[in-house]
Nanobody, 119 residues
């Protein structure tokens, strides 16, 4: 059983920065891949960034060079540092935990945190 709680969203001007946090309950965090997804109004949810348990990362092309995903396994927390933000970054950001292969657990999702980037 895992619970994910996101925080850090808010209103920011274009060019500004926000840092999102996602705290996970349970004991499987460190062996799980963690991702940040976002859903803009009228659009499908999309992958923003993912970090594997071993620390390797991948990013959507739209955020490469601007966003950084990192994790602190001691705190069961994954972060998304968002710099040089653009209005198209607006949306609800969701934290995702994917258990390792062979786990009986499903993917877990947080409740989302809203990000609005003004012009």
């Amino acid at each position: 059983q895992v619970q994910l709680v996101e925080s850090g969203g808010g209103l920011v001007q274009a060019g500004g920065s926000l840092r999102l946090s996602c705290v996970a309950s349970g004991s499987i965090f460190s062996i799980s891949a963690m991702g940040w997804y976002r859903q803009a109004p009228g659009k499908q949810r999309e992958l923003v960034a993912v970090i594997l348990g071993g620390g390797s990362t991948n990013y959507a092309d739209s955020v490469k060079g601007r966003f950084t995903i990192f994790r602190d396994n001691a705190k069961n927390t994954v972060y998304l540092q968002m710099n040089s933000m653009k209005p198209e970054d607006t949306g609800v950001y969701y934290c995702n935990l994917e258990p390792p292969p062979g786990s009986d657990d499903p993917d877990y999702w947080g409740q989302g945190t809203r990000v609005t980037v003004s012009t």
